[in-house]
Structure formats: C-alpha cells, structure tokens
C-alpha cells in the first residue's frame, strides 16, 4: 500500500480577489492554521492563472466578480489546464446560477464570504487534500438542485457502480481525500484516482462534489457538507 502522510506539509493557497482589503483579510484567516501557507496573492483572473503556472498552489480562492477575467472563466481555465489544483470559489454571491456555473466548471468548493472563518479554514484543508466542500449556506440548494438534475437524468444507477467503486463513491461521500479513502480500503492512490474517474463517468457526475451527494441520497455516507 501506498504510504502517505497527511499533514506532512502546509496547504500551499493562492488567494485572487481584486479588492485588497478582501485579500487582507481572507490571508489573516489563513494565517491562523501553520498548516496553510499563502503562496501568492492575484487581483483578477488573468494574473491568477500566470501564477498558478508558477507557484503551482493546491488550492486557488477566487472571487466571481473581478475585471479583465472573472472567477468563474478562471474556474473553468485551471480545471482544463492545471489539473491537480484545487479551485474554491470564495464569494459574496450566492445565487443558484453562481453555484451551479462554478460546480459545473469544475471547481472543487464554493464558500460564501459571510461564512464563519472555520469554514474557509476547513474548506481549504478538505479541497487541498482532494475532497470537496460546500458551505452550509448553500450545501442544501446544491442538493435540492441535484436531485432535481437526477430525476431527469435515470441513467445516473449506481447498479452500473462495481463493488469497489460503490466503496470509494462511500469515501466521497464522507469527504474523504484520494489518499484517506486508499488507506482506509487498502489500495494504493493511483488506483483510487482511476475509480474515481470511473466512478464519475458512470454516475454522470461533473465532479467530486456531485458524487458526494449521489452517494448521500443513496444512503452510502452519513449527510454531512460535501
């Protein structure tokens, strides 16, 4: 089995939000946890791609609103061509058409900036080490919304899931990281990598955060935030 070492080192953060006061404080809040390290600080879409290029960060927090190229494009770039980079959309906009568009592009998590600062702690941590979060202002619209995208979509069965893979959907579905769900079933990372593609290929799900509450509704994890 693959060893791996939670913990081992700081989450590595990009922050990008063109207001700085914002970015000031989103980084005080950082700050708190030794185990999350700010790599580099963006004022819009554009430079936060050039410095993901450069700094390779496990996680970006993007703002929606921001000139030259907005959070959500941004999303949408990193998914396609920084693959391994978590992406968490940190906003003050949490309209159902945000949260869909920013789910659907491929971000990892979507955090409303009137959350508690915990939130934006655990969602860095969670999403650094590959899983996925949502925050609870919006966790129960995505679900609502979910279910209603599943009615009409029955092709998503989880009869179509192996055995191993309806395990690992279980480990999505309790927020577990690639390397969390290997230990706990005795297999090796990469392996994991390829049933989790697997897995969202034959549910239809667009990412993590999609299985997670496939895997909630089917009564295979414990309801909890994504």
């Given at each position: 089995?693959?060893e791996t070492?939670p913990?081992s ?7 990008a939000?063109?207001?700085a006061?914002v970015?000031a404080?989103v980084?005080a809040?950082l700050?708190?946890?030794p185990?999350v390290?700010?790599?580099a600080e963006?004022?819009?879409g554009?430079e936060?791609l050039?410095l993901?290029?450069l700094h ?5 927090l993007l703002d ?5 190229m907005d959070g959500l494009t941004a999303v949408?770039?990193?998914?396609r061509e920084q693959?391994?980079v978590g ?9 159902d058409?945000y949260?869909t568009r ?5 971000a990892?998590g979507?955090l ?12 860095v ?9 949502l925050?609870?202002?919006v966790?129960g ?14 092709h998503r069965?989880?009869d179509r899931?192996?055995e191993?893979?309806r ?6 579905g309790?927020?577990?990281?690639n390397?969390e769900i290997a ?11 390829a ?14 955060v999609?299985?997670a ?7 295979l994890a414990?309801?909890?935030r994504?």
């Amino acid at each position: 089995m693959e060893e791996t070492t939670p913990g081992s080192r700081p989450v590595r953060v990009l922050v990008a939000d063109d207001e700085a006061m914002v970015r000031a404080g989103v980084l005080a809040v950082l700050a708190r946890d030794p185990q999350v390290e700010v790599v580099a600080e963006a004022g819009n879409g554009h430079e936060a791609l050039a410095l993901t290029r450069l700094h390779r960060p496990d996680v970006v927090l993007l703002d929606i609103q921001m000139p030259g190229m907005d959070g959500l494009t941004a999303v949408s770039r990193l998914h396609r061509e920084q693959a391994g980079v978590g992406v968490i959309i940190l906003t003050t906009f949490g309209q159902d058409e945000y949260i869909t568009r920013a789910l659907e592009e491929g971000a990892d998590g979507f955090l409303l900036k009137a959350d508690d600062p915990r939130e934006l702690l655990n969602g860095v941590r969670a999403v650094g080490a590959g899983g996925a979060y949502l925050s609870p202002r919006v966790a129960g619209r995505v679900i609502t919304g979910m279910r209603a995208h599943r009615a009409a979509h029955p092709h998503r069965s989880l009869d179509r899931l192996t055995e191993r893979e309806r395990q690992v959907l279980a480990g999505l579905g309790s927020g577990q990281s690639n390397a969390e769900i290997a230990n706990s079933l005795h297999l090796v990372e990469g392996t994991v990598k390829a049933h989790v593609s697997a897995v969202l290929s034959k549910l239809g799900a667009r990412n993590r955060v999609e299985a997670a509450i496939v895997a909630y509704e089917a009564g295979l994890a414990p309801s909890r935030r994504a």
